[in-house]
T-cell receptor, first 113, second 112 residues
Framework: GAGVSQSPSNKVTEKGKDVELRCDPI?????LYWYRQRLGQGLEFLIY????????KSGLPSDRFSAERTGESVSTLTIQRTQQEDSAVYLC???????????FGPGTRLTVT | QKEVEQNSGPLSVPEGAIASLNCTYS??????FFWYRQYSGKSPELIMF????GDKEDGRFTAQLNKASQYVSLLIRDSQPSDSATYLC????????????FGTGTRLTIIP
């Protein structure tokens, strides 16, 4: 079946602009996760959704970052007033239920110039 | 001690040999453990998960879990050049927590 999809695959934006990153989880997966991976670094947790509620937002780096999810479907990660340090690959993952194994999408590579 | 520790490598293994990757963790209550493979420039790919003490085999991969010693291993038999990648160990941040904590990964190179 279809895996996790993310769009766009690449995004180049100017410092100070807002960006929206989209994630479509695997159908039927109730849990959705956002991670960030800077070049050559490990995975950094950002936020987790169970359904459309976000029990854990502890990883969001600043109030410039926000995310929402519609039902048990699409999620959008929004970064306002982008900074150069926001440049990274943003990865989305989903799981059937919150304790199950997570499957990752291909990521969105964000470059802030 | 970090929640999840892995040797960053690089680990070089001859083609056809067994590659052994190790991960130690600090939370004794951890119940589920995951191994991901990440090729350069790609997203992590789930290859194994294990919940019970002992071994779990899937093709050329074997995950080994020892909760008393707080380590989990991944063995790759008959290593192939296509196995060259970074291998990430992951487990819930706290017992029963939904957030996964990832190790920094071990870079594996299979030498033809």
């Amino acid at each position: 079946g279809a895996g996790v999809s993310q769009s766009p695959s690449n995004k180049v934006t100017e410092k100070g602009k807002d960006v929206e990153l989209r994630c479509d989880p695997i159908s039927g997966h109730t849990a959705l996760y956002w991670y960030r991976q800077r070049l050559g670094q490990g995975l950094e947790f950002l936020i987790y959704f169970q359904g459309n509620s976000a029990p854990d937002k502890s990883g969001l780096p600043s109030d410039r970052f926000s995310a929402e999810r519609t039902g048990e479907s699409v999620s959008t990660l929004t970064i306002q007033r982008t900074q150069q340090e926001d440049s990274a690959v943003y990865l989305c993952a989903s799981s059937f239920h919150r304790y199950n194994e997570q499957y990752f999408g291909p990521g969105t590579r964000l470059t802030v110039t | 001690q970090k929640e999840v520790e892995q040797n960053s490598g690089p680990l070089s293994v001859p083609e056809g040999a067994i590659a052994s990757l190790n991960c130690t963790y600090s939370d004794r209550g951890s119940q589920s453990f995951f191994w991901y493979r990440q090729y350069s420039g790609k997203s992590p790919e789930l290859i194994m998960f294990i919940y019970s003490n002992g071994d779990k085999e899937d093709g050329r991969f074997t995950a080994q879990l020892n909760k008393a010693s707080q380590y989990v291993s991944l063995l790759i038999r008959d290593s192939q050049p296509s196995d060259s990648a970074t291998y990430l160990c992951a487990l819930p941040w706290r017992s029963g927590n939904e957030k996964l904590t990832f190790g920094t990964g071990t870079r594996l190179t299979i030498i033809p």
